[in-house]
């Protein structure tokens, strides 16, 4: 079982507002809330590139961005210790995010999650980004499992893009950042309303409010093969 980091199970989206609004001003650029919602993507150089900052000028916009972060306290979201202790003890878990790994880490230990996940993949870890499979491919190789054996849960479609070209089964969550409807067009296998519904759909049944692709059997397919994991080997993510 391998999780996404912001917008998942961290309720970031305000943090992340208060840094890129403090970056743009530093920088000069004339951005606020309503366009970084249009062009918001956790690969934050699409960003940069919407809003016109000279490549040269990105390292200085990471540094301010890090600055006006580090002002901030996010929390988790709801139901995530919960959903997150849940599924830790049944299953083997992951960290797959773009977010970086001073600050992933440092977050990590404040919520008593130093020793959670067996894997952490952060940005630093891989050199192509979401929607790229490279990270999700390094998280199933250092855990030793199979795509088809394995689930991500993210917020963005480009967490479903990445799951489906890594051929693990994508569960998306409808979280704090503005992606719900490009989430939606993105056909997860499965769609949450809440992250407290997973332990449901692990379970083998979909929540009463949970949305699936219309045009896809691979959730109902998912479920059967990790109804005959866990009464086998238990050898699944």
């Known amino acids: 079982m391998l999780f996404d980091w912001d917008g998942t199970l961290l309720d ?6 208060h840094a890129y609004l403090g970056m743009f001003a530093a920088l000069g650029v004339r951005w606020g809330e309503r366009e970084l919602r249009r062009h918001y993507s956790p690969d934050w150089y699409r960003l940069y590139r919407a809003a016109r900052i000279p490549r040269q000028r990105w390292d200085e916009a990471d540094r301010l961005w890090a600055r006006f972060y580090r ?8 139901w995530a210790r919960w959903v997150v202790r849940w599924v830790a003890r049944r299953y083997r878990v992951a960290l797959v995010t773009s977010g970086n790994r001073a600050r992933v ?29 490279e990270s999700l491919q390094l998280a199933l190789s250092r855990l030793g499992v199979a ?38 067009a993105a056909r997860p296998d499965v769609l949450l309303r809440s992250l407290r519904e997973l332990p449901g759909v ?19 397919a998912w479920r059967a093969r990790r109804t005959a994991s866990r009464r086998g080997s238990g050898s699944g993510a």
Do not use: N
């Open 105 to 133: 880490e440092r977050q990590l230990r404040a919520f008593g999650w130093a020793r959670v996940f067996a894997v952490r993949i952060c940005c630093e870890d891989v050199v192509r980004r979401k929607p790229h499979p």
């Open 202 to 220: 692990l379970r083998g049944g979909l929540p009463q409010d949970c949305v699936r692709c219309q045009d896809c059997g691979r959730a109902a």
């Open 71 to 78: 002002q901030q306290r996010p929390r988790l979201l709801p």
């Open 147 to 184: 795509a088809a054996e394995s689930v991500y849960v993210g917020d963005a479609p480009e967490d479903v893009q990445m799951a489906r070209r890594t051929g693990v089964c994508a569960v998306a969550v409808l979280g704090p950042f503005p992606t719900h409807r490009r989430l939606r």
């Open 12 to 17: 970031s989206y305000r943090a992340d507002v």
